[in-house]
Nanobody, 116 residues
Framework: QVQLVESGGGLVQPGGSLRLSCAAS????????INWYRQAPGKQRQWVAS???????NYADSVKGRFTISRDNAKRTVFFQMNSLKPEDTAVYYC??????????WGQGTQVPVSS
């Protein structure tokens, strides 16, 4: 079964950039749609972006135009480039996928505090 590990989080100033990675283990990575979610302190986890098996990205309105999702199937990794970061982007970021039998797979999360 696929496992996901996020990395790349850290403190960043408003207006700054950060690139998160989601590395997958297991086979058939290229057949999975991968999602990014985030959970801000005291709030529910919310969907932020997805990338399909064909490389098409979809974004929440709150990040559209600032964040870019991409994938490298040879490296079994999805990247999440975050530009023009705002304090309201502060959250723990998780990558996620759903297996063919409907299991939700989550990584452990990576923290992104946006603060001066």
């Amino acid at each position: 079964q696929v496992q996901l590990v996020e990395s790349g989080g850290g403190l960043v100033q408003p207006g700054g950039s950060l690139r998160l990675s989601c590395a997958a283990s297991g086979s058939s990575f290229s057949t999975y749609t991968i999602n990014w979610y985030r959970q801000a302190p005291g709030k529910q986890r919310q969907w932020v972006a997805s990338i399909t098996t064909t490389g098409t990205g979809n974004y929440a309105d709150s990040v559209k135009g600032r964040f870019t999702i991409s994938r490298d199937n040879a490296k079994r990794t999805v990247f999440f480039q975050m530009n023009s970061l705002k304090p309201e982007d502060t959250a723990v970021y998780y990558c996620n996928t759903i297996t063919p039998i409907g299991h939700y797979i989550w990584g452990q999360g990576t923290q992104v505090p946006v603060s001066s």
